[in-house]
């Protein structure tokens, strides 16, 4: 194990720069974060230690959270992909569909992922070990004396005494599923074979001695229950050309998407139950999309 060192120097989030690196809807996890880290006012800058996994998704938030300028990472501890899904799936037999679909969710995270993480600067001090091992006495004894005022767990091994007991309220679970309809893994697909779209999500909660069953401070789910298909995306491709030729220019610009985004997606656009009873409407929604994209 390395000595940790929290000296190094941190480069300030530059919103332009992330704006064009990173991808479009894919910090929700990381805004999850930090909208929960103000359950926590030990002081302004939160000191954090990052227990995570080694896919992209884990990458991607570890390298995020370590660029904002309120929070520095004491140390990331990047558990190995021993026993991950993909590594199950490849040892099974008659398992051809379940391959294909950890090829297209690695070929997903690629797509979402990895530009930011290939120009991004890593600041989140990740230390590389074992599946399990996080409760092991030696890296227990190491988070102990580095003293964080929380510990950010998102995709490790369960975590065990004394690292419970010890960071008791200073635990914040980041669980990729709806708690408590699924908990555990595999919580945004069995939703999906079980025909419950509205039950993916995302829940960020207090860590206990159970499986995703501590005290919930926030979560997150799509609002759209169905959405435009490839119809819609030729009808907003069309209709954005058509505007910058009647506009005497011979290529569209995003300002032409974005002033088309609702006539185009208005009425092939309908909210989940959730969304509405949270006073979301369907001209909101595309205005976020159109924030994203101006």
Sequence with gaps: MQAIDSTASRAPVVDAGLGLLLPRGSHSIAAGIFRSLSAWHRSSMKRIVILTGSELRHAFVRRYLALAPSIEVVRTYCEGLQQSLASLVQQQENSDLRRRHVAARAQSEQDFFGLFLEHEPDYSQPVEL????????????????????????????????????????????????????????????????????ELVGATFMHMDQGVDTGAILHQIRARVAWGPGPRASQALMLAARARALLDGRIAPSTDDVSALAKPVLRHRMALNFAARAEGHDIDGTIDLLRERIA
Excluded at 152 to 160: D, F, H, N, T
Excluded at 165 to 189: A, D, E, K
Aim: glycine share 12%.
């Design 130 to 197: 074992a599946k399990g091992q996080i409760n092991e006495p030696g890296y227990v004894d190491e988070i102990v004396q580095s003293d964080p005022d929380l510990i950010v767990a998102y995709g490790c091994s369960l975590i065990r005494e004394p690292l419970l007991s010890h960071f008791q309220g200073r635990l914040l679970n980041v669980h990729l599923g709806l708690s408590p309809y699924y908990r555990g893994t595999g919580t945004n697909f069995w939703p999906l074979v079980k025909g419950e779209p």
